[in-house]
């Protein structure tokens, strides 16, 4: 059975940075793309970062460029992201997800709150 | 940036009613459409990819059609449990886009 556990999450000021993880097993992670979605509050959905098999290539959208980065670790079947100058449009829960390439299998996420 | 139009943003119905949700996409998306279902408090479930491929496990009163800009999803014999918010999303193109959702409801 696929899983995939998030963690790291919680309250962070404005301009800070935080780390999430997500601990994947049931399916062999160095073989898929790995990408992180979050959602606001009562919102949509939102693509946030994706990296490749063996973490050559990542991917995201303007609102985090030069903000996020998305790390993996196979030998751990590991997926990360690391937050930086984080905003209060950043608060979200966010989700990891197998990324086939539509997400395939989700996480059950973790909060995030930007707040000060 | 690929836009998705999704409509009606909620809609009531009953209980083994049809019911169909409309994604429009700013420009060909060639297929690279899925469609996701949220239950409350719960993370999105995959229900079809490819526009029209029913994802493992997902009954067969789903089904996705379309092609080019435009792509519905079709419940059949609305159930109970299909109570939830659904998302369409297209994968054509970075950056991925969402629709943003529609909520269906019980009549």
């Known amino acids: 059975e696929v899983q995939l556990v998030e963690s790291g999450g919680g309250l962070v000021q404005p301009g800070r940075s935080l780390k999430l993880s997500c601990a994947a097993s049931?399916?062999?992670?160095?073989?898929?793309?790995m990408a992180w979605v979050r959602q606001a509050p009562k919102k949509g959905l939102e693509w946030v970062a994706t990296i490749s098999t063996s973490g050559s290539r990542t991917y995201y959208p303007d609102s985090v460029k030069g903000r996020f980065t998305i790390s993996r670790d196979n030998a751990k079947s590991s997926l990360y992201l690391q937050m930086n100058s984080l905003k209060s449009e950043d608060t979200a829960t966010y989700y990891c997800?197998?990324?086939?390439?539509?997400?395939?299998?989700w996480g059950q996420g973790t909060l995030v709150t930007v707040s000060s | 940036d690929i836009q998705m139009t999704q409509s009606p943003a909620s809609l009531s119905a009953s209980l083994g009613e049809t019911v169909t949700i409309e994604c429009r996409a700013s420009e060909d998306i060639y297929n690279g459409l899925a469609w996701y279902q949220q239950k409350p408090g719960k993370s999105p479930q995959l229900l079809i990819y490819n526009a029209n491929s029913l994802h493992t496990g997902v009954p067969s009163r789903f089904s996705g059609s379309g092609s080019g800009t435009q792509y519905s999803l079709k419940i059949n014999s609305l159930q109970s449990e299909d109570v939830a918010s659904y998302f369409c999303?297209?994968?054509?193109?970075?950056?991925?886009?969402f629709g943003a959702g529609t909520k269906l409801e019980l009549k």
């Open positions: 049931g399916f062999t992670f160095s073989n898929y793309y």
């Open positions: 997800a197998s990324q086939l390439p539509f997400f395939a299998y």
């Open positions: 999303q297209q994968y054509y193109d970075y950056p991925y886009t």
